[in-house]
């Protein structure tokens, strides 16, 4: 795949993020970056990845980092989490960050209407790749999900491809914003489970729509949940690895303290209670 082949495998040669500090302009906007990553307690490899904009995608195992940056251009921020139990899940992962950056001048530099369409554009490069790689290493069906916020000056565009999820917390108040592509969501919704019995239910776990679902070129379609003023709130994208280890109450406790790396604390107290499973967050507040 040219330009991504190569930036995958450059990403590997160098142990460090770049260089987070900027020189501040009075009149430009700073956005705070935090981006944590565990294999967990129980996992043997870490099938999640991220995009942190200009700090990239996850170069270790275990990664955790904080930064800065100015809103001189869009910035584009997701968590990709490869399916559990599918082969190279993680590869799955890795191309579906990687294949952001492939888009990210056209993520950019799209209209306000037009960004839509380019994000399903992104999402069936990415299905077709991992189709690519399944077939050359002789695989059954790999995947993972999207969980993606653009930011834009004073505005955010969140959108999202299977379970991964978008938070927002503002004014200490911790609001999900993306919906769950599940089979537990599908039969809530048809008012054949209650929410109690969605959130327990097997079928949570049982993705209807990601990144690697159809060989025959068209992807999934992306669900653009909306577009929302920044203010002054933070923004959590994470993968099921947080929420299924912690409840609503204690991340927004986590999110209410005074902490540079709120991404690593959400990671940490996933890990302390249970890490059963890969954990990846990313935070960022204005």
């Known amino acids: 795949m040219d330009n991504l082949e190569n930036y995958l495998k450059k990403k590997t040669d160098?142990?460090?993020?770049?260089?987070?500090?900027?020189?501040?302009?009075?009149?430009q906007r700073i956005i705070k970056v935090s981006v944590s990553t565990s294999v967990g307690c129980v996992r043997e490899r870490n099938e999640d990845n991220f995009y942190a904009d200009e700090f990239g995608m996850r170069l270790e195992e275990e990664d955790a980092f904080t930064g800065q940056l100015d809103m001189s251009c869009r910035r584009i921020f997701a968590v990709c989490d490869g399916m559990g139990g599918e082969d190279f899940g993680d590869d799955a992962s890795e191309i579906s960050a990687g294949v952001i950056e492939f888009y990210k001048g056209k993520l950019r530099a799209a209209e306000p209407d037009d960004l839509h369409g380019v994000v399903n554009e992104y999402a069936i490069k990415?299905?077709?790749?991992?189709?690519?790689?399944?077939?050359?290493?002789?695989?059954?069906?790999?995947?993972?999900?999207?969980?993606?916020?653009?930011?834009?000056?004073?505005?955010?565009?969140?959108?999202?491809?299977?379970?991964?999820?978008?938070?927002?917390?503002?004014?200490?108040?911790?609001?999900?914003?993306?919906?769950?592509?599940?089979?537990?969501?599908?039969?809530?919704?048809?008012?054949?489970?209650?929410?109690?019995?969605?959130?327990?239910?097997?079928?949570?776990h049982r993705i209807t729509n990601f990144l690697g679902i159809d060989e025959r070129g068209y992807g999934p379609q992306a669900v653009h949940t909306g577009t929302f003023p920044t203010?002054?709130?933070?923004?959590?994208?994470?993968?099921?690895?947080?929420?299924?280890?912690?409840?609503?109450?204690?991340?927004?406790?986590?999110?209410?303290?005074?902490n540079d790396n709120h991404a690593d604390s959400l990671v940490d107290r996933a890990i302390e209670n249970g890490g059963v499973d890969n954990v990846t967050c990313v935070v960022i507040s204005f």
């Open 14 to 27: 160098s142990d460090e993020k770049p260089e987070t500090e900027k020189k501040e302009d009075p009149q």
């Open 231 to 258: 203010e002054t709130m933070m923004i959590l994208i994470c993968s099921d690895g947080l929420t299924d280890m912690c409840c609503d109450e204690e991340i927004a406790e986590i999110l209410s303290e005074k």
């Open 126 to 204: 990415a299905n077709n790749e991992i189709w690519e790689m399944v077939r050359r290493q002789q695989g059954y069906q790999s995947g993972s999900t999207l969980a993606m916020a653009i930011i834009d000056k004073d505005q955010v565009n969140i959108f999202n491809i299977g379970d991964s999820r978008v938070y927002f917390y503002k004014e200490k108040k911790l609001t999900q914003i993306t919906e769950d592509q599940t089979l537990a969501m599908k039969k809530f919704k048809e008012n054949i489970y209650t929410e109690e019995q969605a959130k327990n239910s097997p079928d949570c």
